[in-house]
DNA sequence: CGTCGGTCGTAC
DNA sequence: GACGTACGACCGACGT
């Protein structure tokens, strides 16, 4: 039989290193993670790497130990604790507990103390011991049934490796400290003896008592009055070094038997320090029994059910469906929840087996279809615009859409990981869900296939968790103040983004495919050019391949390193530094930009034209950016080019229908007007309210020239400065894009927050604002949290500060065109019902219109977006319209 | 053969 | 050692 073997942690020791070594990790909202994080990760390893079937996690005691009363100055020398170390010690307890990991303390002990005792008392029962620790303290207890494991080091330490190690054996490592003593926890031991002197006299002498008999007949004289003067302070040491093995503690192999954590108490604790790694790791095993939630097949019990919500006041829906592409994707049920615990799954197309029914699809429609549209229902959900999406393409309207859970989750803290209804349910909740793999039996396999009991569980839950999530979110936005925004501009939102989605624009495909051979014939030309200039042949689109032709082959200047200093840089600024020494660079550029248009525009949009509307139709993501704004994907319809003839050829490919017109309207320098409003900086404001040039009347002012006699540089020079203030920029950013001085970059800056003295207040107020709250916040009231603006680490401070300064803008005018979207399309409803809102692109908004009401059309937009908000400076909006996106602008 | 981090480049 | 916010193509290392 193998001799069991009892592992003991040092908690203490490993949360320091652990917050030393990890600094700068916190959650979203600025609560310290590091420690806890470096913690549980290093008893994870121990828990992995040595599967131990006993162990306990053993903490110092919280107040002074006996070695106080027999020293007063013990650990005297200690720092108070750091405050973000401190607010970590609870936490840790709280992750050792839900880890089900048995923990030892004891008024009066150190950690050492405990382990050393229970290390005796399993030695007796004839266990095996391991400490797991960095602490020399402990080197005294290994004998052949103990070693010590410094992890983090990959170090096991018996009797041999610490004798090696110190030069003493393990019993007399008291009498070896006694004489060096340690400074960490102010133990005196006698001066002038380090290691090398201390086990030199301990090997000689063979005893700390020994040696001190032996001191008087020294030749060295230093060492010889060091030893007899501090006699008595070798003895005290001595005491204070060794570990007590009698502390009363009791060693019982039952208590210390490693359990496997429940994920449902680990669970909350991870989603609420944000591990969202390990919550994977520990994901709940699937809950394989009967179904818990009900399932409708019938449609007079499917009425019964929504008429119980009608009088309840709710419904939460969350639909079925084939695939994750709405316009795709086909309906295969719908999961209903009024009441919480007790939602229901109705499948209408499902794969039956036999003996399992489901509704009629077109009944079970016909019954919903009333209760979905009645705007007296309030709706919830988890990312209600892909079920709306959804059931409007199986022609069911959804009215009243009142509560998205996402939404909410992305309000309460943009900067969240996910506000996926997984990490949700345990953020909010504190419960784990079934997986999608469970419930269908693999990773990508049809919902449609999927057995109808595991179906039942998971779609009802989803369901069910967004009704339970929406009642704990509700109070939480009331507490932030962000009620309203809610309601009335993120909540409506929601169908408006459907529709718009589900619009798409028109692409003029054979212009894109006639643009594709066109670039692919001149970027073959540049790749032979290229060849010959590097004498052979390389990938052009390998940063590392092209950095070795250029830098290896033809040595060229080294400018800049890439971030992780593992490769030379070969970004745009680079190239266009070298084109100078050689024509290689200049092609590789050229090449650069052709592919990088023809790779993700011209060859990519028309295969993601859907074959049944003849449009592209992107997905608007809510609830991505940290600031408020949208984002686009799939394709991305908000990065397409515009600078450059190639980008304007691009652009010329979007398209209205036949008889119609593209019409942009865009907000013009609308940051800068959120800057003004928000400063409420006179000059700024006079100037963006007087009409006069705003970059021409900064350039004016910063170099002490008449408006009118401001050269084209100066103006130039005065809108990066106007842009850099937007961004928080640096004057080291601010010389190296000006190519001037640090020191004149500095004196820039410093005269224009002299001038823009409101601008300075403003910054200084979101400054304060978030190191004191943790917060910045925008006009309505969005926020943003930045724990990092507390940090020591400077880097991660200074960006924190930058984003304190831009956020406010970015995110006020991302309100702005929020709310824009909204009174066009109330506009549009009632004016113009044939128009139709195609793509926002955050400043921008492109519709297309029949050419006959075109004029009247822009003129009305224009008025409402103007109209949208009242600031100290106006709104100003430039509307184009023509035959493509294009000509539009 | 898929995943994922790094690099680069487009937009506002 | 980077002025803010995104998305995505491509490469190449890494793990299965």
Same mark, same amino acid.
């Given at each position: 039989?193998?001799?069991?073997?009892?592992?003991?942690?040092?908690?203490?020791?490993?949360?320091?290193?652990?917050?030393?070594?990890?600094?700068?990790?916190?959650?979203?909202?600025?609560?310290?993670?590091?420690?806890?994080?470096?913690?549980?990760?290093?008893?994870?390893?121990?828990?992995?790497?040595?599967?131990?079937?006993?162990?306990?996690?053993?903490?110092?005691?919280?107040?002074?130990?006996?070695?106080?009363?027999?020293?007063?100055?013990?650990?005297?020398?200690?720092?108070?604790?750091?405050?973000?170390?401190?607010?970590?010690?609870?936490?840790?307890?709280?992750?050792?507990?839900?880890?089900?990991?048995?923990?030892?303390?004891?008024?009066?002990?150190?950690?050492?103390?405990?382990?050393?005792?229970?290390?005796?008392?399993?030695?007796?029962?004839?266990?095996?011991?391991?400490?797991?620790?960095?602490?020399?303290?402990?080197?005294?207890?290994?004998?052949?049934?103990?070693?010590?494991?410094?992890?983090?080091?990959?170090?096991?330490?018996?009797?041999?490796?610490?004798?090696?190690?110190?030069?003493?054996?393990?019993?007399?490592?008291?009498?070896?400290?006694?004489?060096?003593?340690?400074?960490?926890?102010?133990?005196?031991?006698?001066?002038?003896?380090?290691?090398?002197?201390?086990?030199? $006299?301990?090997?000689?002498?063979?005893?700390?008592? =020994?040696?001190?008999?032996?001191?008087?007949?020294?030749?060295?004289?230093?060492?010889?009055?060091?030893?007899?003067?501090?006699?008595?302070?070798?003895?005290?040491?001595?005491?204070?070094?060794?570990?007590?093995?009698?502390?009363?503690?009791?060693?019982?192999?039952?208590?210390?038997?490693?359990?496997?954590?429940?994920?449902?108490?680990?669970?909350?604790?991870?989603?609420?320090?944000?591990?969202?790694?390990?919550?994977?790791?520990?994901?709940?095993?699937?809950?394989?029994?009967?179904?818990?939630?009900?399932?409708?097949?019938?449609?007079?019990?499917?009425?019964?059910?929504?008429?119980?919500?009608?009088?309840?006041?709710?419904?939460?829906?969350?639909?079925?469906?084939?695939?994750?592409?709405?316009? =795709?994707?086909?309906?295969?049920?719908?999961?209903?929840?009024?009441?919480?615990?007790?939602?229901?799954?109705?499948?209408?197309?499902?794969?039956?087996?036999?003996?399992?029914?489901?509704?009629?699809?077109?009944?079970?429609?016909?019954?919903?279809?009333?209760?979905?549209?009645?705007?007296?229902?309030?709706?919830?959900?988890?990312?209600?615009?892909?079920?709306?999406?959804?059931?409007?393409?199986?022609?069911?309207?959804?009215?009243?859409?009142?509560?998205?859970?996402?939404?909410?989750?992305?309000?309460?803290?943009?900067?969240?990981?996910?506000?996926?209804?997984?990490?949700?349910?345990?953020?909010?909740?504190?419960?784990?869900?079934?997986?999608?793999?469970?419930?269908?039996?693999?990773?990508?396999?049809?919902?449609? $296939?999927?057995?109808?009991?595991?179906?039942?569980?998971?779609?009802?839950?989803?369901?069910?968790?967004?009704?339970?999530?929406?009642?704990?979110?509700?109070?939480?936005?009331?507490?932030?103040?962000?009620?309203?925004?809610?309601?009335?501009?993120?909540?409506?939102?929601?169908?408006?983004?459907?529709?718009?989605?589900?619009?798409?624009?028109? /692409?003029?495909?054979?212009?894109?495919?006639?643009?594709?051979?066109?670039?692919?014939?001149? $970027?073959?030309?540049?790749?032979?050019?290229?060849?010959?200039?590097?004498?052979?042949?390389?990938?052009?689109?390998?940063?590392?391949?092209?950095?070795?032709?250029?830098?290896?082959?033809?040595?060229?200047?080294?400018?800049?390193?890439?971030?992780? =200093?593992?490769?030379?840089?070969?970004?745009?600024?680079?190239?266009?530094?070298?084109?100078?020494?050689?024509?290689?660079?200049?092609?590789?550029?050229?090449?650069?930009?052709?592919?990088?248009?023809?790779?993700?525009?011209?060859?990519? /949009?028309?295969?993601?034209?859907?074959?049944?509307?003849?449009?592209?139709?992107?997905?608007?993501?809510?609830?991505?950016?940290?600031?408020?704004? @949208?984002?686009?994907?799939?394709?991305?319809?908000?990065?397409?080019?515009?600078?450059?003839? /190639?980008?304007?050829?691009?652009?010329?490919?979007?398209?209205?229908?036949?008889?119609?017109?593209?019409?942009?309207?865009?907000?013009?320098?609308?940051?800068?007007?959120?800057?003004?409003?928000?400063?409420?900086?006179?000059?700024?404001?006079?100037?963006?309210?007087?009409? @006069?040039?705003?970059?021409?009347?900064?350039?004016?002012?910063?170099?002490?020239?008449?408006?009118?006699?401001?050269?084209?540089?100066?103006?130039?020079?005065?809108?990066?400065?106007?842009?850099?203030?937007?961004?928080?920029?640096?004057?080291?950013?601010?010389?190296?894009?000006?190519?001037?001085?640090?020191?004149?970059?500095?004196?820039?800056?410093?005269?224009?927050?002299?001038?823009?003295?409101?601008?300075?207040?403003?910054?200084?107020?979101?400054?304060?604002?978030?190191?004191?709250?943790?917060?910045?916040?925008?006009?309505?009231?969005?926020?943003?949290?930045?724990?990092?603006?507390?940090?020591?680490?400077?880097?991660?401070?200074?960006?924190?500060?930058?984003?304190?300064?831009?956020?406010?803008?970015?995110?006020?005018?991302?309100?702005?065109? =929020?709310?824009?979207?909204?009174?066009?399309?109330?506009?549009?409803?009632?004016?113009?019902?044939?128009?139709?809102?195609?793509?926002?692109?955050?400043?921008?908004?492109?519709?297309?219109?029949?050419?006959?009401?075109?004029?009247?059309?822009?003129?009305?937009?224009?008025?409402?977006?103007?109209?949208?908000?009242?600031?100290?400076?106006?709104?100003?909006?430039?509307?184009?319209?023509?035959?493509?996106?294009?000509?539009?602008?």
């Amino acid at each position: 039989m193998t001799v069991p073997v009892l592992y003991l942690l040092d908690a203490s020791s490993y949360i320091h290193r652990a917050f030393h070594a990890i600094r700068g990790l916190s959650t979203s909202d600025g609560v310290p993670t590091g420690a806890v994080y470096g913690f549980t990760q290093m008893l994870l390893k121990v828990i992995k790497d040595a599967a131990p079937q006993y162990l306990a996690v053993v903490y110092d005691a919280k107040g002074p130990t006996f070695r106080h009363d027999m020293y007063p100055a013990y650990k005297a020398n200690r720092p108070p604790l750091d405050p973000g170390l401190k607010v970590q010690l609870p936490l840790v307890r709280q992750m050792v507990t839900a880890l089900e990991l048995p923990a030892v303390e004891m008024e009066g002990y150190e950690a050492d103390d405990l382990m050393a005792s229970l290390a005796a008392q399993a030695r007796e029962q004839g266990f095996q011991v391991v400490l797991v620790s960095g602490d020399k303290d402990l080197f005294q207890l290994a004998d052949e049934g103990v070693t010590i494991w410094d992890t983090m080091k990959e170090l096991k330490l018996g009797p041999r490796e610490v004798a090696e190690k110190l030069g003493v054996a393990p019993e007399q490592v008291v009498d070896y400290m006694a004489l060096t003593g340690d400074s960490s926890d102010n133990v005196p031991g006698v001066p002038g003896v380090g290691p090398k002197t201390a086990a030199k $006299l301990i090997a000689e002498h063979g005893s700390l008592d =020994k040696v001190l008999d032996a001191a008087a007949d020294m030749k060295k004289s230093k060492l010889r009055e060091n030893l007899l003067e501090h006699r008595g302070q070798a003895l005290l040491s001595r005491r204070l070094v060794r570990l007590a093995q009698d502390a009363p503690v009791r060693f019982e192999p039952t208590v210390f038997k490693m359990r496997k954590p429940d994920p449902a108490v680990l669970t909350p604790v991870l989603a609420r320090l944000e591990f969202s790694k390990l919550m994977n790791e520990f994901a709940a095993p699937a809950a394989a029994e009967e179904a818990t939630y009900g399932r409708i097949s019938d449609p007079a019990k499917l009425e019964a059910f929504l008429q119980a919500a009608k009088k309840r006041g709710r419904l939460s829906v969350d639909t079925e469906t084939t695939s994750l592409d709405v316009m =795709k994707a086909e309906l295969v049920g719908v999961s209903l929840c009024h009441e919480a615990g007790k939602a229901v799954y109705v499948p209408v197309g499902h794969q039956l087996k036999k003996g399992q029914s489901q509704a009629d699809r077109r009944a079970a429609l016909q019954v919903l279809a009333p209760y979905l549209a009645d705007a007296g229902l309030p709706k919830i959900g988890q990312n209600l615009k892909y079920d709306l999406s959804v059931l409007k393409r199986a022609g069911l309207v959804v009215n009243g859409v009142a509560f998205d859970t996402m939404v909410a989750s992305y309000l309460i803290n943009p900067g969240r990981a996910s506000h996926g209804l997984t990490a949700i349910a345990a953020e909010f909740l504190g419960r784990s869900m079934i997986s999608y793999e469970e419930a269908t039996g693999g990773k990508n396999l049809s919902f449609a $296939l999927a057995d109808l009991d595991k179906a039942t569980d998971y779609a009802a839950e989803d369901a069910d968790v967004a009704l339970q999530a929406a009642e704990k979110m509700e109070p939480m936005l009331q507490e932030a103040g962000l009620e309203r925004l809610f309601q009335e501009l993120e909540m409506p939102l929601v169908p408006l983004l459907s529709k718009l989605e589900m619009t798409g624009v028109a /692409l003029d495909v054979d212009q894109l495919n006639e643009l594709s051979k066109e670039l692919g014939a001149r $970027l073959d030309e540049i790749e032979i050019r290229c060849y010959r200039l590097a004498g052979h042949q390389f990938n052009l689109n390998s940063p590392q391949q092209l950095g070795k032709v250029l830098f290896e082959e033809l040595g060229l200047s080294q400018i800049k390193k890439t971030k992780k =200093k593992t490769a030379y840089s070969t970004d745009m600024s680079v190239l266009t530094l070298l084109a100078e020494e050689h024509p290689l660079p200049a092609g590789v550029l050229e090449y650069r930009s052709l592919a990088k248009l023809k790779g993700t525009y011209v060859d990519t /949009l028309p295969t993601l034209v859907n074959p049944e509307t003849g449009r592209v139709h992107t997905s608007f993501n809510q609830t991505v950016t940290a600031t408020g704004r @949208l984002s686009s994907s799939d394709p991305n319809l908000q990065n397409i080019p515009i600078r450059s003839d /190639l980008g304007e050829r691009i652009r010329a490919c979007f398209i209205p229908e036949p008889g119609r017109l593209m019409v942009s309207a865009d907000y013009s320098q609308v940051e800068l007007r959120v800057l003004a409003h928000l400063s409420g900086d006179p000059l700024l404001v006079r100037d963006m309210t007087s009409g @006069l040039d705003v970059h021409t009347q900064t350039a004016s002012r910063l170099f002490d020239t008449p408006p009118e006699k401001v050269s084209k540089e100066q103006r130039a020079r005065a809108k990066t400065v106007n842009f850099g203030v937007l961004y928080g920029m640096s004057a080291f950013r601010l010389a190296r894009e000006q190519k001037i001085e640090l020191a004149e970059a500095q004196a820039i800056i410093e005269r224009y927050l002299g001038r823009y003295q409101g601008i300075a207040a403003f910054q200084q107020k979101n400054l304060s604002q978030a190191r004191e709250l943790g917060y910045v916040t925008t006009l309505l009231g969005r926020r943003r949290f930045l724990p990092a603006i507390n940090y020591r680490d400077r880097q991660a401070r200074e960006a924190a500060e930058r984003m304190a300064l831009n956020t406010p803008i970015q995110g006020t005018a991302a309100d702005i065109i =929020k709310l824009a979207m909204l009174k066009v399309d109330e506009m549009l409803a009632k004016e113009f019902p044939e128009a139709l809102m195609i793509l926002q692109v955050h400043d921008e908004l492109v519709f297309e219109t029949p050419e006959g009401q075109v004029e009247k059309f822009a003129k009305r937009v224009r008025k409402v977006m103007e109209g949208v908000l009242e600031l100290k400076v106006p709104l100003k909006v430039d509307v184009g319209w023509g035959r493509n996106w294009s000509e539009a602008h």
